[in-house]
């Protein structure tokens, strides 16, 4: 099992420039999330999807869009890349209903985005 | 709302003293209590959770944590730290609603220098 994978790695955008982050598990998870990591400020959540079709804004989602393409595959895209989105974007995926889960979160490697 | 503080944003200890990072929550009901390891440039990884069982918990790599809900903590702590020790550290909380809900909140993290 690959768990949860991430591409691209790192990412060099300029202002103003588009771009969708991948995001693929294989876990046969139900939810999935979008984090951000910024120093001093552990992770927050952008976006989260409980199951194939649905979508929710988590604490920061200003600024992003998602899409739960399948169970296995949830996308974020920066329509409009500005200088403040410069940070580690995690993906992560869980079955919080699952006996024993307590949505404990498995997470990707992460995507290093600079935005210039 | 959940909040979770973890006292020290950066630790140093010596290869082979006692390694203690300390996390405090706020929750009105029976928690769920995670810590979470980030090595350099790779994802989380759980190294224990608390879900109402036994308080003192033990996870990989040597780490354990005491849950005390007199305290609302839930420190970890390994009795002889190696240089592999050297990561972030996140502590999380949720309940089980929350969880149920996809709902994890996360500490600003506590990053680990370990001097030979």
């Known amino acids: 099992n690959a768990g949860v994978t991430q591409t691209p790695k790192f990412q060099v955008l300029k202002t103003g420039q588009s771009m969708t982050l991948q995001c693929a598990q294989d876990?046969?998870?139900?939810?999935m999330y979008w984090y951000r990591q910024d120093p001093g400020m552990g992770l927050r959540l952008i976006y989260y999807?409980?199951?194939?079709?649905?979508?929710d804004k988590g604490e920061v989602p200003n600024g992003y869009n998602v899409s739960r393409l399948n169970k296995r595959e949830f996308s974020l895209r920066l329509e409009s890349a500005a200088p403040s989105q410069t940070s580690v974007y995690f993906c992560?995926?869980?079955?919080?209903?699952?006996?024993?889960?307590?949505?404990?979160?498995?997470f990707g490697p992460g995507t290093r985005l600079t935005v210039l | 709302a959940q909040s979770v503080t973890q006292l020290g944003s950066h630790v140093s200890v010596s290869e082979g003293a006692l390694v203690l990072l300390r996390c405090n929550y706020s929750?009105?009901?029976?928690?769920?209590l995670f810590w979470y390891v980030q090595y350099p440039n790779q994802g989380l990884q759980l190294l224990l959770k608390?879900?109402?069982?036994?308080?003192l918990v033990k996870g990989i790599n040597g780490f354990e944590a005491e849950f005390k809900k007199s305290e609302t903590s839930f420190h970890l702590t390994k009795p002889s730290a190696h240089m592999s020790d050297a990561a972030e550290y996140f502590c999380?909380?949720?309940?089980?609603?929350?969880?149920?809900?996809?709902?994890?909140?996360f500490g600003g993290g506590t990053r680990v220098l370990v001097k030979p």
């Open positions: 992560a995926s869980s079955d919080p209903l699952a006996r024993g889960a307590y949505n404990e979160q498995f």
């Open positions: 876990m046969n998870h139900n939810s």
């Open positions: 999807s409980a199951s194939e079709g649905t979508t």
């Open positions: 929750s009105s009901v029976p928690p769920y």
């Open positions: 608390y879900t109402s069982a036994a308080t």
């Open positions: 999380a909380v949720t309940t089980p609603a929350r969880a149920a809900g996809n709902k994890l909140t």
